[in-house]
Every structure is written in structure tokens, then in C-alpha cells.
């Protein structure tokens, strides 16, 4: 069925007339030899009309909801020795050295950004390494308008200092839930980061499966905090199913953040 759009004049008359002299039909278009010509006329002029009133679509193309920025940096970053072209897909000579993983396990999500960092928004990239004891392999990048900001580990939450509010950083209880927060979404040291402030603290502390990094037994580190002016420091410990880990926290100045993170004691297969 197709349907056309007439306009007529005061008089009543189409205002325009077929290339035969005939006037045009409303409905059946211009005569032409024959009927199948005459329709196939109708069809011809008027296909970009009926597109747009029954709807023509092509099937549309799936929306990837990751930036194709945020794509090229995790999978750079993920396997250094290749190129990505910009939609962040490997170039031809992919190739894998070591324990590196396949490019087809890489796992991009955008996770809930922590309080503090207005417009920010966090993506992480995951892939498990292709060896029995390796474990995940973990980059993260912080978007904010147009600007991109690649974390490759933990301590790199410091290059997020000028998008935090500067209230928590001037505040120490808060600036420590702040970086407690940032672990946590971005699973640079385990997705379940949870503060701990004595070894009871610690499921299975006396496992024989967690070990300390160094020779001896391991302790908690401490908690402890200081503010003079515009300064503040933070240091506390925390846990998570890769071990337990000491973060030092140091404000020096405005709009300056400096994170030290290093592993006490990590699980380990006997």
C-alpha cells in the first residue's frame, strides 16, 4: 500500500501535471504504458516519504556503553608491547608474552565512583593471568569531560587529587574513607577492602595460608593521624582476600595527595 501528499491551488486543480500532459492522480500517480510502469513510478518518487512514515530502519548497531578511549588505555596497558588502533582493538601481530592474558578475557565495567569526586567517572578493566597461580591483572582509568586519567595500581589514586573535593582532604577521617573507597571499586588489591586496626581483625590470622613478606611473624600497622595547617597525614591498615596491606596517606600541601601502599602478609597455597 503506498500513500502520497497532494497540494492544490485555490481553483481545486493539482499543481502539477506528468511529463504525458495527464493530470496527476492522487492515487494512482501518472499513466504510463502500462500499469506496472505507472507503479513503478509511484514507488520511485515516493520511497524517502514512505521511509519516514511506515518507519524504515535499518537494525541498529549495539551502543558499547565503554569509551573507546578507556578501551585503548586498559589494553595498552594490559599488554604494552602492542599497538590498539583508537577503538582499543589490537593491531595485526597481536601477540602475548609470558603469563599475559588472551585479549578476548579482558572485562571492562564502569564501577560506582566514591564520594568526593564530582563528575568522575571510574572504569575498570580486569583479566586473569594464563597461568595456574596468577591472578587477576588489574587497570582502572578515571574519566572526567574529556580528560582521561590512567591508574595502573594502587598508589595511582594520588593523580585523582585534583578532582577530590578539597574538604576531604583536609579532613582526616574522611580523607581515609576516601582512599578505603577508591581500593575497594577499583580491586587493585581485591574487590572486599575493609579496614582492620589489630590482628583479631583478620579472618584467619593464624591460617598457616596467610604469610608475612618478610621473615617473622607479621603485625598490623598502626593507625594513626596528624593535621597542622594545610597538611594532613593518614596511616592505617587494611585487608582484603589478597592479604593485608599498610596505606599511608600523606596531604602535604593544597591540591597535593601522595599514597603509599605495601603488602604486610598475603595468602599463599602451602
Known sequence: MFFQVSFRNLSGRPQRRCSTGYKMSLVKGCPGPSSRDGARVTVWRWAPFLCVV????????????????????????????????????????????????????????RVSTPPGLPGVVLYVGR??????????????????????QT?????????????????????????????????HVTCFIGCDVQQVRRRADVPDA???????????DWRVPRTYSWQSGGSTLVEFAVHSAEGVYAVRVDVPGRGRLLVSISRVARYMLL
Open 151 to 183: 591508574l595502573l595500581r594502587a598508589d595511582d589514586i594520588e593523580y585523582l587529587a585534583p578532582w577530590i573535593e578539597p574538604s576531604i582532604l583536609l579532613d582526616s577521617a574522611a580523607l581515609r574513607d576516601f582512599v578505603i573507597g577508591a581500593l
Open 54 to 109: 511506515l518507519a524504515c530502519t535499518s537494525p541498529a548497531k549495539p551502543i558499547d556503553p565503554i569509551p573507546s578511549q578507556v578501551r585503548r588505555r586498559i589494553a595498552q596497558a594490559m599488554w604494552p608491547e602492542n599497538l590498539f588502533d583508537s577503538l582499543g582493538q589490537p593491531e595485526p601481530g597481536f601477540v602475548r608474552r609470558g603469563s599475559q592474558p588472551a585479549f578476548t578475557d579482558l572485562q571492562i565495567r
Open 206 to 216: 593464624d591460617s598457616p595460608f596467610l604469610r608475612s613478606e618478610t621473615l617473622g
Open 127 to 148: 583479566a586473569r593471568g594464563s597461568c595456574d597461580h596468577c591472578g587477576m591483572i588489574t587497570y582502572a582509568v578515571a574519566q572526567r569531560d574529556s580528560t582521561f
